[in-house]
Each structure stands twice: as C-alpha cells, then as structure tokens.
C-alpha cells in the first residue's frame, strides 16, 4: 500500500550571507521574487501538491517567516477600514489553515541532512516531502504536485531530478542512473558534488525529495560529509535497494534562487510570465539592452 503525503519539510535554518548584506537582519527565504518571499512560493507549491502540514526547520533570527504565516490582525483591520477587499484577499487566500504550521529550531547550521533530521518527531513515522525555498521552479503544474503524482504510481522515494552541463556537477547531488525514460530515472547510487570526471551521470538532484520514513534511521547514523555538514544525500544512498527510488525530470525552468544572478533571472522569469507586468517589463528590458 501506498502512503499518501500529507507533510512536508521546509529547511529554513540556513545563514544567507551569500546575500549579505539584506540578510543580516532578513532570513533570505523572505526575499522577494516580484511580490511574494521565496518561502510562501515553496508553501503554495506544497498545497498544490495537496500538502496538510507544514513544518518548518528554522534558527536564530528567522521570526520574520513565523509572522508572514500568522494573522495580522492590525493589517486587516486597516485594509477593511479602507475597503480594500482584494489586498485582504491576497494576504489571507495562501494562508494555511490554524493547527497546519509547526516549527523546530535547528540549533546549528550542520546541513542539509540534519535539519531534515530536526524535524523526526513532527513528521512520525510516514512519508513526506521536503522543499528548499532556494529551489524557485516555475511550471503549468507544481513541481512538487508532478512528483506525488509519480510517487502514487511507484511508490518509495522520489527526488526532483534534472540534467545539467557535465562541468557544472560539482554543484550538485548527482544520481548513478539504472532503468532511464524520457522522465524518470532509475536511482543506483548518489554522489555529492562529484568533479566532471568522477560524476557518474549528468543528472543532478534538485531541492524537491519524497522520502519514507526510513531515512531518518540513516540519518541518526550519518557523519559529516561534503563541507563538514550533515549531508542528505549520504543518508539517501544508504536507502537505495530498500525499495523503489526514482529522480523525476519535472516539467518546468528551475531557477537558483540561492545565488545572486539565478535570484535576478528568477524575478524577471516570473514577471514576465504575470500577464499584469509582463509587456511593461519587456519594453523596460529593451530599453536596458539598448544601452548595453
């Protein structure tokens, strides 16, 4: 039988200073793209994916993303006095639900792996997805609603998958691949951040997983690895051979939030594809290339 998803995992303990200065004081899941914060980019996505509960693995000096998911109440009570309907619309149509949203402090910044493993006791034991605000993916249909689809078909564990330049897989977890389609990916091995030489495909993991359970098992017994940190990706090659594990080639343009051009592209990306923006930004965008 086939465990249905209903939690996911957002890791937002991390540090940005590849963002410093803004985030000295702003966790970087709360820097905007157009209008919206990383961060309720990667919820909304979980709730078209038919995500229930949310919870969120934070640290020090995060309390801004705690405010954006709660009632303000003074807010709304200025947009009601003022009429404005469609602002009141608009703060509170994303909101998950009362009872949705919990929160852990991962005490240190030890990776990826461990502040997944921060979040055991919330999650229990069942499946459950986790997603990296960093990783802004814009698609027809959720990238992570295409996964639950694929992991209601085969079940055990799925990773968002995409194929990158062969030079550029020292950036990434890369999958050893065994049975290969158009769209999904046998997983026989991981590697983290392998050189091009030494990588044994071009197929790179991206910040969307659906994971059993299971894997908290592995990290309890994961040291660090790449950088000194917990990393996720050990703990998902000691699951291979436990059960089915596929990488998913999603439909849709990911954009690396997590870097400084990758944030600007996603901006314009997702501007432009906002039918209330898009034909002033492209003349905006000529006038610019014509002074390049």
Same mark, same amino acid.
């Given at each position: ?40 980019? #990667?919820? =909304?996505?979980?709730? @078209?994916?038919?995500? $229930?509960?949310?919870?969120? *693995?934070? +640290?020090?000096?995060?309390? /801004? ?73 814009? #698609?027809? =249909?959720?990238?992570? @609603?295409?996964?639950? $689809?694929?992991?209601?078909? *085969?079940? +055990?564990?799925?990773?968002? /998958? ?131």
């Amino acid at each position: 039988m086939i465990r249905p998803i209903r939690k996911a995992v957002f890791p937002v303990g991390g540090l940005g200073t590849r963002f410093l200065p803004a985030t000295k004081a702003m966790p970087k899941e709360m820097l905007p793209v157009v209008d919206k914060p990383l961060i309720q980019y #990667a919820v =909304e996505e979980a709730r @078209a994916a038919g995500i $229930e509960e949310f919870i969120f *693995v934070t +640290g020090r000096g995060k309390q /801004a993303i705690e405010d954006h998911f709660d009632r303000s109440y003074e807010l709304e009570d200025v947009l009601r006095e003022r009429d404005k309907r469609d602002l009141l619309d608009l703060i509170n149509s994303w909101m998950p639900a009362a009872g949705q949203v919990s929160y852990t402090r991962q005490m240190e910044p030890l990776g990826l792996g461990h502040a997944v493993r921060c979040a055991k006791a919330l999650v229990g034991d069942e499946p459950f997805a986790v997603l990296l605000a960093d990783d802004l993916i814009l #698609a027809k =249909e959720a990238c992570l @609603a295409q996964m639950v $689809e694929a992991y209601n078909n *085969v079940g +055990g564990n799925i990773i968002a /998958a995409m194929d990158v330049p062969p030079e550029h897989t020292k950036r990434y977890g890369v999958i050893k691949p065994g049975k290969n389609s158009d769209r999904m990916v046998e997983v026989t091995g991981l590697v983290e951040k392998p050189a091009p030489a030494e990588a044994p495909s071009n197929t790179a993991v991206i910040g969307r997983y659906i994971l059993q359970p299971s894997v908290f098992h592995h990290l309890d017994n994961t040291q660090r690895g790449a950088g000194g940190e917990m990393q996720l990706t050990d703990a998902l090659a000691k699951m291979i051979g436990e059960g089915p594990f596929h990488g998913l080639r999603f439909d849709g343009e990911r954009y690396d939030c997590g870097d400084k051009i990758g944030f600007l592209h996603a901006n314009i990306a997702f501007a432009l594809a906002r039918p209330d923006m898009n034909k002033d930004l492209s003349v905006i965008l000529r006038d610019i290339s014509k002074t390049l």
